[in-house]
């Protein structure tokens, strides 16, 4: 053959091993047996020198996976020097030592020979080359104490030794511990299965052959050896036998049925030795002796010598190559399998780490662009939701943003309660102090609007968390976008991180502050004309008045009810242009032009009369703020002063109360109380807003159109108001609420909810848009040109790109163990193409 299986295998293994990969399982010989059967002596007569610790008990405690590595003679290096150089596996089977050659020129397995230049010894975990066989035997021992301890434990951790001879076959061998039944000295309790397990490890590798050796001494049916590779290799198609200690039968008795195979079968078939007994060894007979007496023994032995050339170490030898060799050659392919899965599998891993051509100072600038790029992407691929590693078990990215806004946002909105820490008190309490040092007539709109105010603030506090919270979502995000590439440049990572979290951190400010501003914006004004507040509170009105009206059916007289005070609600289609006058107060605001609606129907029948009554209106300016404390107001100028600071919002709740005129304000007479609350200022005095589309919303206009003639119609109903307010004992509820201030506070609580629940709608629609635009986008957009900006100087690369240690070398190794693989590949590829008979 062209190519010597055996070294390649040889090279492969020594490769792997260098790697620390056991991943491919190599063909080897493993030499198993019981205690003195005889193993190390079978070695060291393959081997032909002593090298090996010898001594009673369990003297071979760490596996020695030994390489026999023929090496040319010096009579071959020249000749080959005129050959043309071989590759360095190219051994062939010329190269490998003929037994018999050697043997037979006094150069080969025999000790005290004088060439050792051409033979020595190599360990894997020592740099050195030995010559002098003694000192491998004192390193093995060396060895052997420093991992297994001198107590005679056993340990997995195999030696490696190299053997090169010009006299050894190229041949893989593991000398392992012997197997033990019983624990001796100092040993631990389970040395036995210790032992056992170690060898099982080794010998149920499939690309493992057994040497099986069993003394000849013993009977076969008691042999361990035997015994376990039964275990592993039931048929016997890769166990080998070897009898030892042959010349020890008793005599008479022969070893010749099992040699011939007909006692045990085994597929390779047993093989017989003769060893150095513990006297030669003593006696320094040479290996050379011992080899040709053992020749001597199987030539003159009645029983063997018909076989004899089919015994004997150096037939062992051969055989153990051979058989190796074609094993080796029969799991070619499964080797390359193997071989190909493990390159794809380490490719892949190697990748993980990053692309290689960025490699090199020139590449630098190249590299960190590349990579905060691919930052900046998986960052915006997060929030987008379009990264190739989406989870299918929990939320990320984007989707965690939008969670924020719809779940954790909209229900820390929707759990607000619009009257919170609002009592029946505060709201009596604000009345009271917006109605000033006017009797409390009617409700003013300046309590309205005092009250609601800090319950709007009441959602800041959950916009400014759903702010916090998005951002430390992107923070997390940031945090997330890692590559393996990236993990090697910590540095790298961390300055990405940073630069990311300070864009993050420089636009939490603006948004908390937008989000702020649009609560504060809420409570800047309080747009009672709100269409949606408007259709509320006319309705709450409706309930209101109707409630009114009931208890009003009770304790006044039917004929003193105003007509259409409460049966003209539904006439809320009038056109409210001729209401927008006459509801001056409550038109004020949408919000109870729902009210002003119905007030407004009612007014329209009511109107005619109290207009002509010629009753003077009130000549406050038309600033529409005189007009504001319709229904209340003695006079216009009354009601301008005292409703100053609640401007003409304070009054639209009179409406309310206005119509429900026959509140226990008493008084108010059907006629004379409500009717000059209404009486509506003609649309000619009205200064007018601009329009809404809606008929409803003609109302603000009325509002605003309110004039001083509203005013003095107001104080001139008012009058009647006022004697009543003030024959009613205020301090005497100062803890019982009266009807009316029971009335009123249920009142104002409905409106607030109705109008806090506008509001939390707009904010809860307004502040993710506003963080999306502010925080999300806006990083989004630029974490790439912050980056580069930040990060893309020539002066920080080197900073920058410093390597993690452990993630280099880890790189190092994946990328040494994929040449390993790939040059085992080539090395096995081109062993295949070899055309079948070299081989
Ligand atoms: N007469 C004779 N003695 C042998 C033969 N083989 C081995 N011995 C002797 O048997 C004893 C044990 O041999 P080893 O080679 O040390 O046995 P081992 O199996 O390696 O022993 P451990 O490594 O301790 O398990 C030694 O004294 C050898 O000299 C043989 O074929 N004939």
Known sequence: ?????????????????????????????????????????????????????????????????????????????????????????????????????????????????????????????????????????????????????????????????????????????????????????????????????????????????????????????????????????????????????????????????????????????????????????????????????????????????????????????????????????????????????????????LAAFGDTTFLGDQHRGSLVLKLMTQFARDFVASIDGTTFDISTKELCGGARIYYIFQDVFGHALTSINPTHNLTVQDIRTAIRNSTGPRPSLFVPEAAFELLIKPQIKLLEPPSLRCVELVYEELMKICHNCTSSELQRFPRLHAQLIEVVSELLRERLGPTSEYVQSLIAIQAAYINTNHPAFVHDSANIAREQREAQARKQVAILPSSSRRKGSFDDQGDVSNDLSDDDADNSGNSRSLTVNGVGKTGGARDKKERAASTGDGRPHSASAPDGRGHHTIGHASAGGYANGANAAGGAKDTFLNYFFGGASGLPVGGVGPSSGLGGYHTPAPHAHSPRLPEYSTSREHKPNAMSGRTGLEGNSAAYDMKSLDKHLEATPISSAEYALSDREELETTLIRSLIASYFSIVRLSIQDLVPKAIMHLLVNFSRESVQNRLVASLYKETLFEELLYEDEGLTSERKRVKQLLDAYREAFNTLSEVTFKPAGSA
């Open 1 to 349: 053959m062209d190519v010597d299986l055996i070294q390649v295998v040889n090279k492969l293994q020594e490769t792997f091993t260098a790697i620390g990969g056991d991943s491919v399982d190599l063909p080897q010989i493993v030499v198993v047996g019981s205690q003195s059967a005889g193993k190390s002596s079978v070695l060291e007569t393959i081997v032909g020198r002593d090298f090996l610790p010898r001594g009673s008990g369990i003297i071979t405690r760490r596996p020695l996976v030994l390489q026999l590595i023929h090496t040319p003679s010096a009579k071959d290096q020249a000749k080959q020097s005129l050959k043309p150089s071989p590759r360095s596996y190219d051994l062939s089977d010329d190269h490998a030592p003929d037994m018999s050659r050697g043997g037979s020129n006094g150069s080969s397995l025999g000790g005290g020979r004088t060439n050792t230049y051409e033979e020595y010894g190599e360990f894997l975990h020592l740099d050195k080359r030995f010559t002098d066989f003694n000192e491998i035997r004192r390193e093995i021992e060396n060895e052997t104490f420093r991992v297994a301890g001198q107590n005679k434990g056993v340990s997995k951790l195999p030696i490696h030794l190299k053997i090169y001879s010009p006299n050894v076959l190229n041949l893989t061998l593991v000398d392992l511990p012997g197997l033990t039944k019983i624990p001796v000295g100092d040993q631990p309790s389970d040395i036995e299965r210790q032992i056992r397990n170690l060898v099982t490890d080794y010998v149920s590798k499939p690309n493992c052959i057994i040497l099986a050796v069993s003394p000849a001494n013993v009977d076969l049916a008691n042999s361990d050896s035997l015994k376990l590779a039964r275990t592993v290799d039931p048929q016997g198609r890769r166990t080998v036998g070897v009898l030892t200690k042959l010349d020890l039968m008793d005599q008479g008795t022969h070893a010749l049925d099992i040699l011939t195979g007909r006692v045990y079968p085994l597929k390779l078939g047993f093989i017989g030795v003769v060893n150095r007994s513990q006297q030669d060894i003593n006696g320094n007979v040479s290996m050379l002796a011992a080899r040709r007496a053992e020749e001597e023994f199987f030539r003159s032995h009645a029983a063997y010598k018909n076989i004899a050339h089919r015994c004997g170490t150096k037939y062992l030898a051969k055989t153990l190559n051979q058989v190796l060799m074609s094993h080796i050659r029969d799991k070619l392919p499964d080797m390359k399998a193997r071989l190909n899965t493990l390159m794809g599998q380490t490719q892949q891993e």
